[in-house]
């Protein structure tokens, strides 16, 4: 059974940092891309960042580029969220997903596995 499952979400204060994980099993994913998406309440899932096959390439929504950085470790399965300076604005829960293709991808629809979500909620 493929499960993708996040944790290291929390409740923090504006201005602090979170790392959120992934962990993967059931599947390998190291030749597919990976990415994290998140969701506030009342509102669309939207892109985070992705990240290549190999890592070699990665990719960030406007609202977090310089923020975050997306990263994976294809010997242990599992992919990494570090989310510096956060903002209230960041407060959604936030999913890890694995893509159908090698390359990143922005797309919600490329993205063949999800989990089940970690919360992320910023005080101001």
């Known amino acids: 059974q493929v499960e993708l499952r996040e944790s290291g979400g929390g409740l923090v204060q504006a201005g602090d940092s979170l790392r959120l994980s992934c962990a993967a099993s059931g599947h390998t994913f190291s030749n597919v891309a990976m990415g994290w998406f998140r969701q506030a309440p009342g509102k669309e899932r939207n892109f985070v960042a992705a990240?290549?096959?190999?890592?070699?390439?990665?990719n960030y929504a406007d609202s977090v580029k310089g923020r975050f950085t997306i990263s994976r470790d294809n010997a242990k399965n599992t992919l990494d969220l570090q989310m510096n300076s956060l903002k209230p604005d960041d407060t959604a829960v936030y999913y890890c997903?694995?893509?159908?293709?090698?390359?990143?991808?922005?797309?919600?629809?490329?993205?063949?596995?999800w989990g089940q979500g970690t919360q992320v909620t910023v005080s101001s």
């Open positions: 990240i290549s096959w190999n890592g070699g390439y990665t």
């Open positions: 997903a694995a893509s159908r293709y090698s390359g990143y991808s922005r797309t919600y629809g490329e993205y063949e596995y």
